[in-house]
């Protein structure tokens, strides 16, 4: 018996020993955890500044050629000869399109015979006029006969020239609608010709924006088409009436679009470049932080509550305004000398600490000419 209880003592001694250890192991990683601070996240950042922005009034519009149309023809009839291919480029007066004239080539020549005849008729008939040989009426009656013939002759000629459908000014095609053979009515399209070089744009400006409007302005267009590239071009015409219903007035810039990039019909987002510079504060569009409840940034600055040199950021929401290049302005939320984070902002918490790391990101530029992909 003094043997067992020996060995139980032995035990709970051990045992106790064990806990204490255990517990002291516990109190150790506790008091660590509590000492431990996360390394600081690395930004990249900037200083927001005061910049001088070319004044714009932005608006959305639509590409129109400054001459377009579907050729149709004018005549009815059946399409015996095609000469153009979809898509190709055309000059002004370029046969199209040639439809039967058998009829009317028949119909000419007896026209012309009945002219030249008319024409042998007033010759004598002025001849023996001058020896009073016929009376005044029937001169008159032949001069009209052979005026009448000329008439119809002429008739027949611009019927088959209307059979014969040409450019009506150079441009580039679209695609063919019709097909060798077919009958065609009057006004049956058979093609789109439109011209792309120069082209217009056309927009709508809110009535306020009248007194700043004047032609010879700059604008410029960007479109989803051509995400990385502008056009420029001139205000050239302000309508005189404003819309009664939306008290916009519209507008028309001309682009040269020697490149032909701007199609008829397509969609831009219009800027008219004023004279006048505005002053506004600049930060990097990568510093924006774009959500639903609104954009914010996080602002970077030493940890005021351990007095450290430590770098700590807190978000601020702000009202961001027009964009240029790289840049996008900020209208209220921040001040002139702030400095915000601008690369991994999308990891970061009010209040975390971060280290900067400017060496390994892009520097913005106001002009940027990314490389092509």
Known sequence: MKKVLIGILIVLVVAGGLAA???????????????????????????????KWPDTIPAVGSVSAAQGVTIAPEIAGTISEIHFESGATVNKGDLLVKLDTSSEEA?????????????????????????????????????????????????????????????????????????????????QSIVSLQALAPVYVDFSLPQQELARLRTGL?????????????FEGELT??????????????????FANAEELLRSGMFVRAAVILPEEKAVLAVPATAVVSA?????????????????????????????????GDFVSVETGLKAGDRVATAGVFKLRNGMSVQEGNAETPTPSATPTPPNS
């Open 21 to 51: 250890v255990k517990a002291l192991q516990i109190k150790t990683l506790l008091g660590a955890a509590a000492l431990f601070a996360p390394p600081p996240e690395t930004i990249a950042s900037a200083t927001v500044h005061e910049e």
């Open 107 to 187: 119909q000419l020549r007896a026209a012309e015979a009945q002219y030249q005849l008319a024409t042998l008729n007033a010759e004598r008939t002025r001849k023996l006029r001058e020896g009073s040989t016929v009376s005044q009426s029937e001169a008159d009656a032949t001069e009209a006969s052979l005026k009448e013939a000329q008439a119809n002759a002429d008739g027949i000629r611009a019927t088959i020239a209307k059979k014969n459908i040409r450019a009506p000014f150079a441009g580039k095609l679209g695609i063919r609608l019709v097909n060798l053979g077919e009958q065609l009515p009057v006004g």
């Open 218 to 230: 700059k604008v410029r267009v960007t479109t989803d088409t051509y995400p990385d590239k502008t």
């Open 237 to 254: 015409a302000i309508n005189p009436d404003l819309d009664m219903t939306t008290r916009s007035i519209r507008s028309r810039a001309t």
């Open 292 to 324: 639903p409840y609104g954009d914010s940034v996080f602002i970077v600055s030493p940890d005021a509550k351990s007095g450290s040199t430590n770098l700590v950021v807190q978000q601020a929401f702000i009202r961001t305004g027009r964009t240029h």
